[in-house]
């Protein structure tokens, strides 16, 4: 192996290293990367590299400077998920849009006309969740109706439902089905990890003996996504 | 223990920790005699938007007394009513048209002052901005009196904690604007609420959402991201030390549920179900058990949302669901036909009408206060012991400034600017009740100092936003920290 090779691979495995000894099991990304940087230089030779830490996980964040994407960036990130005009994403009572005329202040906008608000506050506040649950499961709702009726296309076409319920809670199509939900929302892949639970969330929704559970699911593990940290955040 | 020390410690406590620690460690001064200790007060701050001249109110200057006034804003003296038993004067006057605007109106201070005049309290006092935002928020930090909270976050500090939203500000610009103590634990700060006739919608997540699955099943959904997607999320774990994600985490699972638990989504809905433009019940959604009574006292809160924002304002006290809130009017023109409920820039507007914007906003937020007072007096806090929400609150009309005084001539039709010296108008039964702290000198107009012990007038002392600001608080029952003064002149007892 070249040395710089194997300086690569022991700077992994000082890497590995530090993250277990690290606090809390997390060694923290600099801007320059995880550890901070690609191992010690002149002593790559002197040591054999031990084996990558197994399921080590993600790395910490040490500059974890998230921020609430706000409710204009979340009406128009569900209307380009779901294919639905961002007119249609939430309205409350039916008639007034939840972002522009209802919770425009509460989803961290401005409301420079009428309340001389010129800049956005700095954290959420204590009903924003809330309000961004509202605005999901209107649109998912939405969507869903939308797709189901069709039978095909958009979204959550490809489901097997049949009087109500999925026929086949493990078949293909549902985990496809998530899988685009999840490409369309958070740009990724579902893991199976994920789809067992959403699969999990049927089940339980299906012993709850609604009218319609495949259609209550659907507007669910769209809920869970929309409402996800991964899709409020960034 | 001095109460620097003390102080000084809690801060080390942590903030949460301190908060825990003030409501049972600190004692106000004055405090023993005020009543049931475990018994929470409350705020409500009054914003005066845009300037309200404390001279164009209760300390309003009759032509006859002043040598000079045909040059400062003085009024004919029929339009200056005193009180009997009182030092307040008040305002009644009528006009044909409030500068530009070309419709008559009719403004009354009299009835509100004989009514209330036990419970109000005049303090003079010269501030240091004549810039709107920055005075609009001194007025409330006491310039920074106390590491720069204000004075709700005080009030949220000693009387909120556990309270789903102590803290809820309806107002705008500078009065929205947060204090920049970050010793507060985040639900000190106020929660910002604009439109306060539908945000109660904000506090469940699904209530009244068409075709959302029952809220059992949401239940069941919300567990499964909380626990098991969000919880095994890449994502969430490589930005878990984000202050924004635990924010968030705190607010979905702990906050949310308690407002949803409460019922707040139905208890603070003012809006009656009235289709097409509120279909309340075709969403599963009902009026509060109170939205009736305060639609009584608020009938325009659909045209004038500071109608809305006064009966939600009661409704988050009366149910112990706030500690502490602000209303105040918009800087946009408000017409009801040919009646002016609101002018353009609110008090501001003396820019181009001195006399009437201030007669039309005096007259605009007496009469809001007074009907809200009504029913913090007919609601009983503690009925044992025959005390009233009201008996418990301190009414602050908050402003920014007052207004420059001279006029050309003794016209009735002038502009004014901003003025530093000005006073301002509290009203709470924890105050000493009909009095003037200061005075107003009517050659000139400007307003005066008092002795902050005794009360007796100072024409050689101005007071500043500290003073009002340690007022506020130590009537309310809050210690202060020791380089505020102690305003004992302003306390009842």
């Known amino acids: ?234 | 223990m001095s109460r620097l020390t003390r102080r000084q410690v809690l801060r080390r406590l942590g903030a949460a920790g301190a908060a825990a620690a003030l409501g049972t460690v600190a004692r106000p001064r004055g405090a023993a005699a005020q009543g049931p200790a475990e018994l929470p007060r409350f705020l409500i701050v009054v914003a005066a938007a845009g300037g309200a001249s404390i001279i164009d109110g209760p300390l309003a200057i009759r032509h006859g007394e002043s040598p000079n006034w045909r040059s400062i804003n003085a009024f004919p003296d029929a339009e200056v009513v005193s009180i009997p038993d009182s030092p307040f004067r008040a305002v009644d006057l009528q006009r044909g048209n409030a500068g530009a605007i070309p419709f008559p109106f009719r403004a009354t201070q009299s009835g509100f002052v004989r009514k209330h005049k036990d419970d109000m309290l005049v303090v003079t006092h010269t501030g240091t901005s004549v810039n709107h935002s920055i005075a609009q928020k001194r007025s409330l930090t006491g310039n920074n009196a106390w590491n720069g909270r204000t004075v709700q976050e005080a009030v949220a500090l000693q009387f909120g904690q556990g309270l789903a939203l102590p803290n809820v500000n309806m107002a705008g610009q500078g009065y929205l604007e947060p204090g920049t103590d970050n010793s507060l634990p985040p639900w000190a700060f106020a929660e910002p609420v604009a439109n306060p006739d539908l945000w109660s919608l904000s506090l469940h997540g699904s209530r009244g959402v068409r075709g959302a699955p029952d809220a059992d099943l949401v239940a069941m959904a919300r567990k499964v991201r909380d626990e098991k997607l969000d919880a095994e999320s890449a994502f969430a774990e490589a930005f878990r030390l984000s202050p924004a994600l635990k924010r968030w985490r705190a607010q979905r699972e702990q906050t949310a549920p308690m407002l949803e638990g409460l019922d707040l989504v139905t208890r603070l809905n003012i809006l009656p179900d009235q289709p097409p433009q509120l279909p309340l019940s075709d969403f599963g959604l009902t009026s509060g058990p109170d939205a009736e009574k305060v639609r009584a006292a608020f009938p325009r809160f659909l045209q004038d949302p500071m109608e809305a924002q006064a009966a939600l304002a009661f409704l988050l006290l009366k149910n112990r669901v706030s500690v502490t809130v602000t209303l105040g009017p918009s800087f946009n023109v408000l017409l009801d036909g040919q009646r002016i409920v609101n002018p353009p820039l609110a008090y501001d507007f003396s820019h181009q009408a001195h006399r009437p914007a201030q007669a039309i906003m005096w007259d605009r937020l007496l009469g809001l206060t007074d009907r809200l007072i009504d029913l913090l007096k007919a609601e009983p806090l503690d009925e044992g012991a025959g005390v009233s929400f009201w008996d418990r609150s301190l009414l602050y009309v908050a402003t920014e400034f007052g207004r420059s005084r001279r006029r050309q001539e003794g016209q009735d039709d002038f502009g004014s600017g901003h003025h530093l010296n000005n006073g301002s108008l509290l009203l709470s039964p924890m105050l000493k009740g009909n009095t003037v702290l200061g005075g107003v000198d009517p050659a000139t107009g400007l307003t005066y100092g008092f002795d902050p012990q005794t009360g007796a007038p100072d024409p050689g002392r101005t007071m500043s936003e500290p003073h009002v600001f340690a007022g506020v608080l130590q009537a309310l029952g809050i210690e202060t920290p020791a380089g505020l003064p102690d305003m004992r002149a302003m306390r009842r007892r």
């Open chain 1, 1 to 234: 192996m070249r040395r710089d090779a194997w300086m690569r691979v022991f700077g992994a495995a000082l890497l590995a290293l530090g993250l277990v000894a690290c606090e809390e099991g997390r060694a923290p990304v600099t801007a320059d990367g995880p550890g901070g940087g690609g191992g010690a230089p002149g002593t790559a030779d002197a040591a054999t590299p031990p084996p990558p830490a197994a399921d080590a996980g993600p790395p910490t964040a040490q500059r974890a400077n998230l921020r609430f994407k706000g409710g204009l960036r979340l009406r128009n990130d569900f209307a380009q998920a779901l294919e639905l005009p961002a007119a249609e994403v939430c309205t409350e009572l039916g008639r007034y849009d939840c972002v522009d005329v209802v919770h425009g202040v509460t989803l961290g906008g401005v409301d420079p006309y009428e309340k001389g608000l010129y800049e956005a506050r700095p954290v959420t506040g204590v009903s924003t969740p809330l309000a961004v649950e509202r605005m999901a499961l209107s649109a998912c709702g939405r969507a869903v109706d939308r797709d189901l009726a069709a039978g095909e296309g958009g979204v959550f076409g490809a489901l097997p439902v049949a009087d109500g319920a999925l026929t086949d809670v493990e078949a293909e199509a549902v985990a496809a089905t998530l899988d685009g939900l999840y490409k369309r929302a958070l740009l990724r892949p579902v893991t199976p990890s994920e789809v067992a639970h959403l699969r999990g969330l049927y089940r339980d929704v299906a012993a709850k003996g609604g009218a319609a559970p495949a259609r209550d699911w659907a507007v669910l593990a769209c809920f869970t996504t929309l409402t996800s940290l991964e899709m409020v955040l960034y």
